[in-house]
Structures are given as C-alpha cells and as structure tokens.
C-alpha cells in the first residue's frame, strides 16, 4: 500500500478535494494541518469517516509538522508532498530524523521515496525559504543534494559555483552520475517575442543531433528550464524509455506555468510573475528588459514577511517608474506600510486591489 503524506494543508477547500479524491483510492493519506484555525465541521466529519486517511492538526514550525508527519508513516512506500510550490521545491530534511530508521527514504526535494528513481535532477539553487534550508548557497545545495542516489544519474541545471561544488562532491561520494546541463548542451534561442519563444537545442558532443523547439514561456531562463527538461528525458531514452522528439516537443509547446512571466496585452499590458526571492526578481527584469526595452513600468508589489523584500526592491526598483504595495492580507504577508518604507524610491501605498490597478494604468 502506498502511504502519501501532505505535511501541511492550510486551505480547507484543498483538503475537502484530497478528502473527495481519496474516497476512491486505496493508499493512506495523511494530513498534518499547520493552519491557524481547525477544519469546519463539514470536513472535518468527511476526514473522520474515511478509514485510510489520518489527520493531525498542529499548530507549530514546519519543521515539527514534517517531523510528525514523517513519524506516522507505517507503510513500506510513501510519499510526501505539500501543497504548494514550497513544498514541492524545498527539502524535508527536517523529518529525516523522524524517519532515520528507513535510510533508503529520499528527504530533500518535496519527496520521500523508498524506491530508486530512474534519474534525478536539481534546477537552479538560489538564496530562497533559508529558515529551513539555512542562509548559505552551500547549505541549501547540501539540502537539495538529499535527492541524489547511488547509481542514479543527476541533471544538474547551471548553478552557482559554490552550489556545483558541493552537488559534484556529493554525487561522487555515492556513484552517481552527473551531468552538468551547461556543459553537456547547447541552446540558442532563435526568436522571442510575447507569445513565447523558439530555440535550438543540441547535446555538446553531437552537435549534428540539433532540434528546435517552440516554447510559450517568456525568459531567457525559461530556455535553461527547458534544457533540463530535455536533458532529464534524453538520461530515460539511454535507459531504454520510448520517448520520440516529437513528443518532448509537443510536451514544451503546450507547457502552461502561470505566475511565471505571464502576459496579457492591453491598455496596460500586465505581467503577472511570482517571483519570491532575489535571484528570480532579476530574471524578471531581465525578461522585461529583453522582451520591452525602454518601455516604463509600474511594479505592483506584495510579499510574505519571510521574503528577501530588500533584495528584491534592489532588483526591482531602479526600472521601475513608480511602484505600488499591496497585501494578500494573509497572516504571513507584509502590510503595504511596511513595504513601502524599505522602499528606494517614492511609492504609492494601496490595500485595496482594483484601485492599485487603476493607479498603474494611469502611470503608463
């Protein structure tokens, strides 16, 4: 039986839909609640007449909820998950412990996994969600390398050099092979423009293997994403993997991630991006740049009180021709006074959503 453990579920509307799928499943799930409040008695009622599901709500420190929740696995096979990009991105070093007894189990990308994977592969580390991870590049890439197994090969997308160095010795130590995506590809993009961009892709030693691809996201780093992805598959076909070109193209050419650079046109034009730290605040204004040179833009603004807002403003603002605060008006989220004084550069503040959009309009 296959346990999937969700450490934190802080949306009820969520876990009524894990509770809904769940209803015609055989694995076990459990949920670790960190939310403020406890589930209404609706779904609370749902989660208690279901026989496979157990549910734990804790108010504490992540840490201790993936501690928890490691603890309750009994399954030979499980798999833990989160419901959002955090989760999924961010290590679960923190329920090893719990869970040391199994050390064959997988605790640093989001996963657990008693079983091998078939390969592996780690996107580009930057400074990011550094109270669990820890507040260097060499500590969050010691994070990230728990995912690397012996034998398994690992794709490395370009990373900062201190972060190579410590996936390189990592890998070595237990016999993985690593393939460096920037060293091993080529990409060249050959076109971009708002409704997304087309490059070519090619393996370094075999140039002449050269193919071209049309991908509906907008960034240069989009490109590197992609080389990765690319990458990862061609490590399956040498495996054996029946994976023909025409579907890794398709696969690029219907790729849909918003909150990611996502255009709409209009009086304004919006881009709407979920950038959260300050490595992918750069790529942000390094697409803007790239993609409407000399244009003048309005930066619309929330983020959570654990986020490098300083770094980010550093990025940010000196293109900005004026920018706006907002909220989400989450526990978590910064109020838009606060933001507004770590700000370089003269701001309006707005709560109110709709009328921060009518300013930006006016601004441009």
Known sequence: MLTVVVPSLNRQDYVLRQVRYWSSSSAHLIIVDGSSSPLSDRIRSAIE?????????????????????????????????????????????????ALE????????????LRFTPAVCAITPISH??????????????????????????????????????????????????????????????KMHDSTGQRFALMPAARPQDEHFYQLPLLGAHQVENAALAVALVQQLREQGWSVPHRSIAHGLQTVKWPARCEF???????????????????????????????????????????????????????SCSAAIMTSIGAPRAMLPS????????????????????????RQL
């Open 264 to 318: 709409f046109p209009g009086k304004p034009s919006l881009m709407l991006d979920c950038a959260h730290n300050r490595a992918s605040a750069r790529r942000l204004v390094e697409t803007l740049q790239g993609y409407f040179p000399g244009l003048p833009w309005v930066l619309v603004f929330g983020a959570m009180r654990d986020k490098d807002v300083p770094g980010m403003f550093a990025e940010l603002l000196p």
């Open 128 to 189: 990011d969600h550094t109270g669990l991870l820890g507040d260097t590049i060499e500590s969050i890439a010691t994070e990230k390398a728990g995912i690397i197994k012996s034998g398994v090969p690992l794709v490395v997308a370009p990373q900062p050099p201190a972060a190579m160095s410590v996936l390189r010795e990592r890998a070595s130590a237990v016999g993985a092979p690593l393939i460096d995506v920037r060293a091993e590809w080529i990409w060249k993009r």
């Open 101 to 112: 007894e199994n050390p064959d189990l997988v605790g640093c990308t989001g996963q657990v």
């Open 338 to 361: 606060e933001q507004a004084d770590g700000a370089l550069t003269a701001v309006h503040v707005f709560s109110a959503v709709w009328d921060l959009l009518m300013v930006a309009a």
């Open 49 to 97: 007449a279901h026989p496979r599901i157990t549910y734990r709500h804790v108010v504490s420190s992540l840490p201790d909820r993936l501690g928890l929740a490691g603890g309750l696995i009994k399954t030979p096979y499980a798999v833990m998950l989160g419901d959002d990009e955090f989760h999924l991105q961010t290590g679960l070093s923190a329920s090893v412990a």
